[in-house]
């Protein structure tokens, strides 16, 4: 009964010991397992705040593409705008140069159409002059020459006359020297004959003196009437125009340089 006795004890002892030694085993596979569950803890954190971090980042670079994006986007808008304006600007200065060009083509087209009435109202002048200055001249002339007509007519009247003066004073004085008269009673009626015949003859040489004065005041007023004629047709002449003066060309124009909004030259 002793040793029965004692041997519970013992037995006791060898279970509390191996309770004792299940038990700190329990104890170490729970701290390895909290251990474990810890470093998973933290590893699990460490990946949430390295993927924290990666979503920063790229919502960082998201965020900063996404303003370049945007700064280019109001640069190329800018740009675009700009160029508008040049393009408008441009076009309005190239309108402008246009419009002046064709004012100035039609400026020049009035003026040469202008001129051209103009010289060709004083060609016809001119030539309407030198046809009534013929027709003057050629009245002018046919009075000259009626006048040189007349005269002769009236020169060789006056000569056939004064020839038949002289035959009749020749044959007075025969009929008187043929009466067989003598003394000084026939030299006187010699004398008296052929005084009547000088006289006769003076009075046809003075009546062709006259035809000559008459023929040379007709011919003058004929020339006088031609010039003063003349002188009214070339008074009805335009003036001569001068070659006209022509608008020069619009100035070059400058346009606009659309790279550094610079003023160039076409």
């Known amino acids: 009964m002793c040793v029965a006795a004692a041997a519970i004890p013992a037995a006791s002892l060898a279970i509390s010991a191996v309770s004792t030694v299940a038990s700190i085993g329990m104890s170490v596979m729970s701290a390895s397992q909290q251990a474990a569950q810890a470093q998973a803890q933290m590893n699990m954190a460490a990946q949430q705040q390295e993927l924290n971090m990666q979503q920063q980042r790229q919502q960082m670079m998201l965020s900063q593409q996404q303003q370049y994006d945007s700064l280019n986007q109001r640069n190329r808008q800018a740009q675009q705008s700009a160029n508008l304006q040049v393009e408008q600007a441009n076009a309005n200065i190239l309108n402008q140069y ?3 060009q064709a004012q100035v083509m039609a400026e020049r ?9 103009e010289k060709t109202t004083y ?5 309407q002059m030198d046809r009534q200055v013929r027709l003057n001249n050629d009245a002018a002339n046919r009075a000259y020459v009626q ?6 007519e009236a020169k060789r009247k006056a000569a056939f006359e ?5 035959a009749k004073s020749i044959g007075n004085q025969g009929s008187i020297l043929a009466s067989g008269r003598t003394g000084q009673s026939v030299g006187l009626l010699v004398q008296d004959v052929e005084r009547q015949s000088g006289f006769e003859i003076a009075q046809q040489t003075a009546s062709i003196e006259s035809a000559e004065q008459m023929a040379a005041v007709s011919m003058g007023l004929a020339e006088n009437k031609a010039q003063s004629a003349n002188n009214q047709a070339a008074s009805q002449v335009g003036f001569n125009p001068a070659k006209p003066y022509l608008p020069n060309d ?9 790279i550094g909004l610079e003023i160039t030259r076409a």
């Open 250 to 258: 619009p100035k070059v124009p400058e346009f606009v340089d659309p």
């Open 162 to 166: 004064q020839q038949a003066l002289l």
């Open 147 to 152: 006048e040189q007509v007349k005269l002769g």
């Open 123 to 127: 060609q016809r002048s001119v030539e």
């Open 98 to 100: 246009n419009q002046q």
């Open 109 to 117: 087209a009035s003026i040469m159409s202008r001129h051209a009435a």
